[in-house]
């Protein structure tokens, strides 16, 4: 055993990712308290530099010798593919999961569905990092029927469009982006919109209907790859933003997702959201206006719910509750509207 606390009755911490979160979230172990160790690592390449948290010894490229050796397995692999499998076959195996991987989530959930039902599914990291919204929106916010959701969910996109209101250049912003460590190792998933339908997508079913569908948000996801500088100093030219917002929220009877650059007036609660921040507005009938805000990215706050989440992994506490049924859509209810944009100069 590594990193921890080692001694017979320690948990096994099987740890499939060691890249930006994953090697954040050893530095936290290293600090932690805990009664469980980090086992085995699952890289691609053992011999690259790594931060000196990172425990050497225990990286290794064999999938199933970690999955063997752990009681808790932590995924921070990233992509749809092996991620998924294994973690759907340490679930299989009765372990508990931890993991930041939206995209899985997003689009492979009926697959993870007992599980999430089981308790043994963790996920906080996976929707604005270490800013709660996964424990809210499947707990205290559950006491509400829910009216609308907007979210301010993709680090990267919301950096880039404070450094284009500041006049950089699109390239040079999301360059800074990947190097502050805010990007997906895929930065299309950022820029598309896709990485902020991902996260919606996995809001959406935990507080407005079980049922959404990734295709259904998919096809209402626009990016803001289209924007310059020019446009978006435009839009401030009366005090308000241009920023990407995940939506959800009542149109003709039924729950309408969607993902686009929109104007949000300089009243709006969204709007003051600084470029290295998230932020998250959720109406409820009883609750009225609820506004989260904080850090969305980054190794460190996204470790941190990682880290979070593992504490209830380690001690058997169950993982988010999902929603067993589609919330009603409120009738006779006037959505707030946002100044969508994503028809300026976007490519068709
Ligand atoms: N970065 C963020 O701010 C952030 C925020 C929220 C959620 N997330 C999510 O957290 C997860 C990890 O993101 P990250 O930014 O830490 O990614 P990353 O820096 O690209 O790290 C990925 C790690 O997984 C390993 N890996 C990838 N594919 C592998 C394979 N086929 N076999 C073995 N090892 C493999 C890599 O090994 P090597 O090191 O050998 O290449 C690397 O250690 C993703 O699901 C991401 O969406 C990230």
Not at 146 to 152: N, V
Request: proline share 6%; hydrophobic share 45%; aromatic share 4%.
């Amino acid at each position: 055993m590594t990193r921890g606390r080692v001694g017979t009755s320690a948990k096994r911490i099987g740890l499939l990712g060691a890249g930006t979160v994953g090697s954040a979230l050893c530095e936290l172990i290293g600090e932690a308290d805990l009664n469980a160790a980090i086992t085995q690592v699952l890289v691609r390449d053992p011999e690259k530099a790594r931060a000196g948290c990172v425990p050497h010894r225990a990286l290794t490229t064999d999938a199933d010798a970690v999955l063997e050796n752990s009681d808790v397995v932590v995924e921070l692999m990233g992509g749809t593919g092996l991620a998924s499998e294994l973690m759907l076959r340490a679930l299989a195996a009765g372990k508990r999961v931890v993991t930041a991987n939206k995209a899985v989530l997003a689009e492979q959930w009926d697959a993870f569905s007992p599980f999430l039902e089981a308790g043994t599914l963790y996920f906080e990291a996976a929707v604005m990092a270490g800013t709660p919204t996964v424990g809210p929106l499947s707990g205290a916010l559950r006491g509400s029927k829910p009216q609308e959701l907007h979210a301010i969910l993709n680090g990267t996109c919301n950096y880039i469009l404070g450094e284009l209101e500041a006049g950089a250049e699109f390239k040079d912003a999301l360059n800074e982006a990947q190097r502050l460590g805010y990007a997906e190792a895929d930065p299309s998933l950022d820029v598309g919109g896709f990485d902020a339908a991902h996260k919606l997508t996995i809001l959406g079913r935990l507080a407005f209907d079980p049922a959404l569908s990734w295709e259904a948000v998919k096809a209402n996801t626009h990016g803001i790859g289209h924007l310059t500088p020019a446009i978006v100093k435009e839009a401030m030219e009366d005090g308000g933003r241009l920023r990407l917002v995940g939506s959800i929220y009542p149109e003709e009877g039924r729950w309408r997702a969607a993902v686009r650059p929109v104007y949000l007036p300089p009243e709006h609660p969204l709007s003051g959201s600084a470029s290295n921040r998230n932020g998250l507005l959720f109406k409820g009938d009883a609750v009225g206006e609820v506004l989260i805000t904080g850090a969305g990215a980054g190794a460190a706050p996204t470790a941190s719910a990682v880290l979070a989440d593992l504490l209830d992994a380690l001690a058997e506490r169950p993982g988010p509750r999902p929603l067993q049924r589609s919330a009603p859509v409120p009738e006779g209810y006037e959505a707030q509207p946002l100044g969508e944009v994503l028809l300026v100069g976007e490519p068709s």
